[in-house]
């Protein structure tokens, strides 16, 4: 039987029958088949333009109650979802930094990235299947006494910025976004479970309230001081290159010993390192300009 398949894609490649090995290549490329190609879009990106990705949970809000994540925050689950943008970061190429809130995350590749002749579809495709199949590679890790139900889903698309301040108002509205909504949340699941509102009750309560007037409900109402909810909540997380220093043990022998010692040894690494701070101000970006650096 494969010496029958052998000899149909030898003729179908132009070949005499058992010829095989010696147009090999012929069969690959020059095939009557090859045409199909021709159907394949060119989704090469725009050069000098900073690639942005951006994914997000589809339908998270029903994954989140199947899975009993806490409200309005849940650690466990931030968490997860930014180890899983580090593993991005560390499996993938040109990523200058990385972006993340709730259930969505962008990353950011370098302008003059060259990764995939700069296909739009590798860029994308690439991310989502790596966070996704990292989402449930460490599950356990973080949810521990909570079974993974069903297979999550991430949804991605793609975004190119042609100048560092668009990047930089793209990455502020995401953060500024990140507030707004858990500012939102925090004072709807406060009316939730502590005043005993239900979910219909509590969007009456808040509907056409400005920032100011949430601040004041938490405040009056449950004693919280919206400025001292954890930083991870309040801008999200971002992740950065950084240097860092570890100390690890190695046996080594020295001159004169006939045994092995174990000694402490410094070294540098660069390591994805996960920092909640504001990026809408210029402090940031005065403190890390490698980021933004062309030849970074």
């Not at 010829?19 to 000098?48: H, I, Q, W």
């Not at 007037?213 to 909540?233: A, H, Q, T, V, W």
Request: contains cysteine.
């Amino acid at each position: 039987m494969l010496r029958c398949c052998r000899a149909a894609v030898a003729i179908a490649a132009g070949c005499a029958p058992g010829s095989l090995r010696g147009c090999r290549g012929l069969a690959m490329a020059k095939s009557k088949f090859e045409y199909v190609r021709d159907f394949e879009a060119d989704d090469t990106v725009l050069p000098n333009c900073w690639i942005v990705v951006r994914l997000d949970g589809r339908n998270f809000h029903r994954f989140s109650e199947q899975h009993e994540f806490k409200k309005p925050n849940d650690d466990r689950a931030l968490q997860l979802m930014t180890k899983c943008a580090q593993t991005v970061m560390q499996e993938l190429e040109d990523i200058s930094i990385a972006y993340g809130q709730s259930d969505e995350y962008s990353f950011v590749f370098k302008k003059k990235s060259r990764w995939f002749k700069r296909r739009a579809s590798k860029f994308m495709t690439h991310v989502v299947s790596q966070f996704s199949s990292s989402y449930v590679f460490y599950w356990k890790d973080y949810f521990k006494d909570q079974q993974l139900l069903y297979p999550p889903g991430f949804d991605g698309r793609i975004v190119l910025y042609p100048s560092n301040q668009n990047l930089k108002d793209y990455l502020s509205w995401r953060q500024a976004d990140c507030h707004i909504n858990n500012l939102y949340n925090t004072v709807f699941w406060m009316l939730v479970q502590r005043s005993g509102l239900t979910p219909v009750q509590a969007q009456e309560r808040l509907r056409g309230t400005l920032a100011g007037d949430k601040n004041e409900i938490l405040f009056s109402e449950f004693n919280i001081n919206y400025n001292n909810e954890p930083l991870m909540y309040r801008k999200g997380t971002v992740l950065i290159w950084q240097k860092v220093n570890e100390v690890i043990t190695k046996k080594i022998k020295l001159p004169k010993e006939q045994e092995e010692k174990e000694v402490e040894v410094t070294r540098t690494r660069t390591k994805v390192v996960p920092l909640h701070c504001d990026i809408i101000g210029d402090q940031f970006w005065e403190e890390y300009p490698e980021i933004l650096a062309e030849d970074s």
